[in-house]
């Protein structure tokens, strides 16, 4: 292991001659292969939709696909009205302009449902008359007051129109189905007629409407609500869209805010480090291009930014300039010293060019971990976390000594070894106490990892963006308004398959969906509740009773098939297109919605499998029932995150313990410097089970990139303390000469490494805020790890200088 270690140190330090020898040749092909990258950062995208979280191919997010292919866009916007009396003219005058003004000036715009266009459905034996409630607008009070009468009467409007004082309704709004981005209109007159299956083949090879659109759909709600909203007319937007659209927003602000704050205190750091010109500009440089490389080739394969990635530009730049730092500290050292550019170089590869590499492959091994993950942004993080660590390896590597090559640097007068700061002395002080209080260290430490499994088992899972969002977010506030007036903003979706055409003619059929909607209404938990279901049950129903002189004893469903054909052509006939929010054009398959509060994603679980039993035992034998819809996708994300975090935290574990096995030249040992790479992980879970911070899609990543990150701290240690040791000196002696020259670029990177994640203490959004003060701290427990429980272990691993392993 000696010899191969030697041999790539001094592979390395030819590499170092023939960057300086060749140095403009080098810098060319640098510079060709990152702007190759570079040039694509301006096509990089944003999506902070639900169904983004899942890969395209998971079965959640197919059946969801498939529902919106067939049923239109899921996700709407909901304009909610606080009034002391809807139904006063004065307040139903306004609720119709905006109505109106949103229909008109919305892009995008698919379908529009108020009190102003409510389907109201009445007729006798022989006709049916299907028009919109204010089909004519009242001209009085005393008119307004039948059209109140009726909206209170008709069960279809209650919990999802109106509430049950009259004094909060809502405008439902549907965008588009699919993007027009890139899509020209048909001229052929005769497209209306194409075949219904040739149809469905073309709207499955079109993409959904974009993230874009719906975020110019919200901006222009925005925009006309506000020439509406007042204090006798209170407005408020909710909906899917409109948290999105938030959640995108302060994205972007936190991503400019987060680079910003970093590269500030980048060159802080750097002017207080090194103190000239060359030493704060060329890991400044080196950390950006390596940044703008990563999201270029995220542009390049059409990967967009996520809520999860977004860290990914400042976790690059943290790791970049700590690498950075390593090769400038060494050069700067070795040439105040001696004085020669090029043997500066090349002796800075040969001394640290192996551990910076290997610090490099174990933090590209801890964060790409992620890359098996099925939650896509978390698996993407994976990747190109990964591959930006890898880039920031081979630019401080090669740009650095090149930029060191071609310009110009002054030497300083050069500081002895023997010099002694405060630094220097409490370093000392700590590796004599580790050495004279060993055993009660690594004792206390491994009770501490002991307790913190026993505590893991208290953890709390979570996936719930709403509460991403501040208290005071006028999205969340909508949200939680609608959820407590309207019982519900967001659905469940039943798609009932017959496998039959006219399949949904059949009376057992219908009637246990009207059973499976009442009982759906009956679930109810401290947290959550099925606050209304509609389905073409209710719609049969109200046909039924239009058609018996609109006697309410008649709202129930035809219970002879034929009658059940008759009513449905009577109502298609009327004009009205409402059933095909229902029914598929076969009348083979049905929808049904329920509208629930937007809650925890894990309370669901329970409800959909309690659900899904409920329709086995219900339905006729031969029907299929798919669940799809906002609530399922959100319950698959967090089931992903928390199975595919074990596995990532195992590779991860597996990786860089083998990592270390490799470095060091010995089993044992590899496995023991464990220890302190796993202690600050065991910490992040202690400190989230008291703290009762809950294990969602951001805290799932603190463990695995913390263990990629604690690993270079302990890779500096490990290999150092070994060679002194291997030189002859006694196990106090190797630790001190270890902690006092590495110990300085230890505390350094790890300043560095902690500030890029404390940085997300000023993010907008609650889930950034946790991740960054569990990552910024567990970094500093790292450091603290390596520079008292990794020594102790060494004091009871080795007896004497001259025993071996």
């Known amino acids: ?67 919106q292919n067939q049923f239109g866009h899921d996700e709407k916007i909901v304009v909610a009205i606080k009034s002391d009396g809807i139904f006063e003219l004065k307040n139903l005058t306004k609720l119709q302009e905006l109505h109106n ?77 699919y993007t027009s981005i890139g899509v020209e209109e048909s001229t052929d007159e005769l497209d209306g007629f194409d075949d219904m299956d040739e149809s469905n083949d073309r709207a499955e090879e079109q993409e959904f409407i974009s993230d874009q659109e719906m975020a110019e759909m919200v901006h222009k709600v925005r925009d006309i609500v506000a020439e509406y909203n007042s204090d006798e007319f209170q407005i408020q937007i909710a909906g899917s869209p409109s948290v999105t659209e938030t959640l995108k927003s302060s994205m972007q602000k936190d991503i400019k805010k987060f680079n910003g704050l970093i590269i500030l205190t980048i060159i802080i750091l750097l002017s207080l480090l090194f103190r000239r010109v060359s030493g704060v500009i060329f890991p400044l440089l080196a950390v950006i291009l390596s940044v703008l490389s990563t999201v270029g080739l995220m542009a390049y394969f059409g990967t967009p930014i996520k809520i999860p990635t977004q860290i990914l530009p400042s976790f690059i730049l943290a790791v970049g300039v700590g690498t950075s730092i390593h090769i400038m500290a060494i050069f700067f050292h070795h040439y105040d010293k001696y004085g020669n550019k090029a043997e500066s170089i090349a002796y800075t590869l040969h001394h640290s060019g192996l551990a910076i590499i290997m610090t490099s492959l174990t933090t590209a091994a801890g964060i790409g971990s992620f890359a098996v993950s099925k939650v896509a942004p978390v698996s993407d993080l994976g990747i190109y976390g990964a591959a930006g660590v890898i880039i920031a390896l081979i630019v401080s590597m090669v740009l650095l000594p090149v930029l060191i090559a071609i310009f110009p640097i002054k030497r300083k007068p050069f500081v002895s070894e023997d010099h002694e700061d405060y630094l220097h002395r409490l370093l000392e002080k700590i590796a004599a106490f580790s050495q004279r209080r060993a055993k009660p260290i690594v004792v206390s430490s491994l009770i501490l990892m002991a307790i913190t499994i026993a505590l893991a088992t208290q953890m709390k899972y979570s996936h719930n963006p709403l509460t991403w969002l501040p208290e005071t977010n006028e999205a969340r506030t909508a949200t939680e308004q609608i959820d407590k007036e309207m019982r519900g903003t967001i659905s469940l979706e039943l798609i009932i398959d017959t496998k039959k055409e006219n399949g949904l003619y059949d009376y057992e059929l219908l009637k246990s969906i009207e059973e499976t909607a009442k009982y759906a209404e009956t679930i109810s938990t401290d947290t959550y509740f099925v606050g209304k279901v509609v389905s073409i049950v209710d719609v049969m129903k109200e046909i039924h009773k239009a058609l018996h002189a609109n006697n309410p004893e008649y709202y129930a469903i ?161 290999h150092n303390f070994r060679r002194y040791y291997d030189e002859g000196k006694c196990v106090d002696e190797a630790v001190r000469l270890t902690l006092t020259g590495s110990g300085r670029a230890m505390l350094i990177t790890t300043i560095v490494l902690s500030i890029g994640f404390y940085v997300y203490l000023f993010a907008s959004m609650a889930n950034l805020f946790n991740f960054g003060l569990l990552a910024g701290t567990a970094i500093i427990v790292a450091l603290a790890a390596d520079l008292v429980l990794a020594p102790a272990l060494m004091k009871l691993l080795y007896k004497g200088h001259k025993e071996t392993l």
């Open 101 to 177: 003004a949103l229909k008109t000036e919305v892009p995008y715009l698919n379908d529009i449902t108020s009190l102003i266009n409510a389907r109201n459905t009445t007729g006798d034996e022989d006709s049916l008359l299907v028009e919109d409630l204010f089909e004519t607008f009242p001209q009085t009070q005393e008119e307004l007051e039948s059209k109140k009468v009726l909206a209170f009467a008709n069960p279809m409007y209650k919990d999802l129109l109106l509430n049950s004082d009259g004094t909060f309704t809502v405008i439902v709004l549907e965008a588009n189905t």
């Open 558 to 718: 035809a219970e002879d098939p034929n009658l059940i054909a008759q009513e449905i052509l009577l109502f298609e006939n009327s004009g009205s297109d409402d059933l095909e929010d229902f029914v598929d054009s076969q009348f083979s398959k049905a929808r049904i919605t329920m509208k629930m509060p937007w809650v925890d994603s894990v309370e669901y679980h329970g409800m959909l499998q309690e659900l899904q039993v409920h329709l086995e035992k219900t339905l006729p034998a031969g029907v299929e029932v798919q669940l799809t819809g906002m609530i399922p996708l959100l319950a698959d994300t967090i089931t992903a995150a928390i199975t595919s975090a074990g596995q990532s935290y195992a590779i991860a574990i597996v990786l860089i313990a083998f990592m270390m096995m490799l470095l060091l030249g010995n089993i044992k040992l590899g496995l023991i410097s464990m220890i302190p790479n796993l202690f600050p992980v065991f910490f992040v879970i202690a400190f989230m089970v008291i703290f009762n911070i809950p294990f969602d899609l951001f805290t799932m990543l603190v463990g695995t990139i913390v263990l990629g990150l604690a690993v270079d701290d302990n890779v500096h240690f490990m």
């Open 1 to 67: 292991m000696k010899r191969a270690t030697k041999a790539v140190d001094n592979w390395l330090y030819k590499v170092g001659e023939g960057i300086n020898k060749h140095k403009y040749l080098v810098l060319v092909a640098m510079i060709a292969i990152l702007m190759a990258m570079i040039v694509n950062v301006p096509k990089i995208t944003l999506d902070t939709t639900t169904e983004g979280f899942l890969r395209d191919d998971d079965p959640v997010r197919v059946r969801y696909d498939q529902f």
